[in-house]
């Protein structure tokens, strides 16, 4: 099993920014794929960031590229997503996700990638 707790969410105004942190359980972090997803009120849980356990590739959605940054710290088994240039779209509760294993050059995109997921971070983004 892999526990997985976020922190840094809250209350940005637009224009603003945040570091999420996700600390993951267990000592072979270093191969695990990591992944950020979000989910609003009403809609589906919906990918954001990924990055492969090889540190070596990462991959964004759409929405979010050009202002959003996802890195991982072997040494300190957290995997964090920059967030800058928030608008209002981007308020969610914010899911950390692992995959243990794999293609090390894998980017993992979908909920179905991963099995391991932690509760949640509020992001609130006021206009």
């Known amino acids: 099993q892999v526990q997985l707790v976020e922190s840094g969410g809250g209350l940005v105004q637009a224009g603003g920014s945040l570091r999420l942190s996700c600390a993951a359980s267990?000592?072979?972090?270093?191969?695990?794929?990591m992944g950020w997803f979000r989910q609003a009120p009403g809609k589906e849980r919906e990918f954001a960031a990924g990055?492969?356990?090889?540190?070596?590739?990462?991959d964004y959605a759409d929405s979010v590229k050009g202002r959003f940054t996802i890195s991982r710290d072997n040494a300190k088994n957290t995997v964090y997503l920059q967030m800058n240039s928030l608008k209002s779209d981007d308020a969610a509760v914010y899911y950390c996700?692992?995959?243990?294993?794999?293609?090390?050059?894998?980017?993992?995109?979908?909920?179905?990638?991963?099995?391991?997921w932690g509760q949640g971070t509020q992001v609130t983004v006021s206009s």
């Open positions: 267990g000592r072979t972090f270093s191969t695990y794929a």
């Open positions: 996700a692992c995959k243990r294993g794999g293609n090390a050059d894998a980017v993992l995109t979908t909920t179905r990638d991963y099995p391991y």
């Open positions: 990055i492969s356990w090889s540190g070596g590739r990462t």
